[in-house]
Nanobody, 132 residues
């Protein structure tokens, strides 16, 4: 799986960005896709994920109500719409995808994100800067 993340940039606090994760060579609707971020000097953080069975979603508490993950199968793309951005959202954002066969329906979201992180394919990062 080859993934291409894009959409990062500089935005003022309170602003919005939409990140895109485009896949090539595979059909993304058979993959669980997660967004992760890593700020300078900090550990990688799981941000959000969209699963395949029913397109259920998961968000880390710090972004709930502000970020929305979605997929457009016609474009083989998963999006992360980020609204009401805060300085603490600034980071390099990465998308990763793991085939649905690797993720059991009995997995917790944390387990599923772990599978995506450890066994999935990663795209290159896109930098999000939130500053006035």
């Amino acid at each position: 799986v080859q993934l291409q993340a894009s959409g990062g940039g500089l935005v003022q606090p309170g602003g919005s960005l939409r990140l895109s994760c485009v896949a090539s060579a595979v059909t993304l609707d058979n993959y669980a896709v997660g967004w992760f971020r890593q700020a300078p000097g900090k550990e990688r953080e799981e941000v959000s994920c969209i699963f395949t069975s029913d397109d259920s979603t998961w968000y880390v508490d710090s972004v709930k109500g502000r970020f929305t993950i979605s997929r457009d199968n016609t474009k083989n793309t998963v999006y992360l719409q980020m609204n009401s951005l805060k300085p603490e959202d600034a980071a390099v954002y990465y998308c990763a995808a793991a085939h649905e066969s690797l993720i059991s329906s009995s997995f917790t979201h944390a387990q599923a994100m772990g599978i995506i992180a450890d066994f999935g394919s990663w795209g290159q990062g896109t930098l999000v800067t939130v500053s006035s």
